[in-house]
């Protein structure tokens, strides 16, 4: 049995990833194999360990541990959903922990270093949106969490596995074929889940800062074509506030930092049902001929 | 005529508070409570005049409105206002030693 040791570079975080199970360890190369190293001299922010339990689990419907420097904190996953909840796992660790920062829950991309900022709750289609439009070509920041580095007003890049949730997995599919996605796990407690590879070149950007620019509210419905609109500034702070995992803790810091980015930032709403379209009229606010949107 | 609530001097006893305002929203971030507020023009007016200096209704009303008519119409809006601020926790109010 192997011992992989590995250091995932994930934005502005360093994470030690310990492990026995090889399958684990392959998917993570699958995904981060551009932003992995073996390097034991480095300082970490997390250290995790995915591993089996001590009890007869570890042989019989085997399972796997989550482990957060030295603690436990939840129930074990099934072995073959060790990538999926190493993901989830670590989403918490920066959740509970990195305030830091300013932590939006939104997708995050950017087109150069201008960041689309699209924040909204589970079902709002912010993931599936944030993965058509890095495979068109947006540079992915992050799924779930829009890191505001609240001293500059800037959004700091942590690309990931993008996890696709049941019905989304056959959009991006329907989207873009090509797509470059890993395992299924049919049976995790989101359902099932199948997550989208970040490319190369957002892992290797992914200590490049990206400005806001652009604040989109997505809402997906079916049937209901795609249709952007105009927020104002008052309801886009109140609905950014919301979508803020430590806007309360924060306090006076969050205060300024959700003004400035509401400011300097074309605020919208966006309905939208089919992929294509709506990638393709968020793009052409970042429309490289003209500035877009304003 | 006596404004209601005009027996009681409304003040502010806490940290100054931030505002933003966005086409006519202002958005008041009071660090005392961690919390952040958005009021219309009024209850933001009322709020600048009563963390400025302590006062009474019938003095805000006086300052804010003017003693026509049309000002001393408003009086119930403002007592309305004031009991607004009070339950967000922005402004306080004590018995008057004048009245």
Not at chain 1, 7 to 20: E, Q, S
Not at chain 1, 184 to 203: F, I, W
Request: proline share 7%.
């Amino acid at each position: 049995m192997t011992d992989h040791k590995l250091i995932l570079d994930a934005g502005p975080f360093k994470v030690g990833v310990r492990t026995v199970d090889s399958a684990f360890a392959k998917t993570l190369d699958f995904f981060y194999r551009d932003a992995l190293s073996s390097d034991a001299m480095q300082v970490l922010d997390y250290d995790i360990s995915i591993a089996p339990p001590r009890n007869l689990r570890r042989w019989i419907r085997p399972q796997m541990l989550f482990g957060i420097d030295g603690a436990v904190p939840f129930e074990p996953h099934p072995v073959e959903n060790a990538f999926p909840m190493f993901e989830w796992g670590l989403n918490w660790c920066i959740a509970t922990s990195a305030h830091r920062y300013l932590m939006l829950h939104a997708g995050t991309v950017a087109f150069g270093d201008r960041a689309m900022i699209l924040p909204g709750t589970p079902g709002s289609g912010k993931s599936t949106l944030s993965a058509a439009l890095h495979l068109r070509g947006a540079r992915l920041l992050s799924d779930e969490f829009g890191l505001v580095r609240p001293e500059k007003g800037d959004l700091l890049p942590m690309p990931r596995g993008i996890p696709l949730k049941n019905t989304s997995i056959e959009a991006i599919l329907e989207f873009d074929p090509a797509a470059a996605l890993g395992p299924t796990y049919p049976k995790t407690r989101k359902g099932r889940v199948r997550h989208l590879r970040p490319d190369a070149q957002s892992l290797l950007a992914q200590h490049e800062p990206a400005v806001p620019r652009w604040l989109v509210f997505p809402k997906y419905q079916a049937g209901s074509g795609e249709i952007l609109q105009p927020l104002d500034k008052a309801e886009a702070f109140r609905q950014l506030a919301f979508n803020c995992f430590n806007y309360q803790l924060m306090g006076e810091t969050s205060f300024r930092a959700a003004v400035q980015i509401v400011r300097s930032a074309d605020c919208y709403t966006f309905t939208f049902s089919r992929l294509d379209r709506a990638v393709e009229q968020l793009s052409a606010l970042a429309d490289p001929g003209g500035e877009g949107g304003r | 005529m006596s404004v209601s609530g005009s027996g009681e001097l409304w003040y502010r006893d806490a940290p100054r508070y931030l505002q933003e305002t966005f086409d006519g929203v202002h958005a008041i971030f009071d660090p005392a409570t961690g919390e952040t507020h958005f009021l219309a023009e009024l209850p933001a007016l009322i709020l600048t005049a009563v963390d400025n200096h302590p006062v009474t209704a019938e003095a805000l009303l006086d300052r804010l409105m003017g003693s026509d008519d049309a000002g001393r119409a408003m009086d119930q809006q403002v007592s309305a206002t004031l009991q607004f601020l009070a339950a967000a926790e922005l402004v306080e109010s004590t018995p008057s030693a004048a009245i």
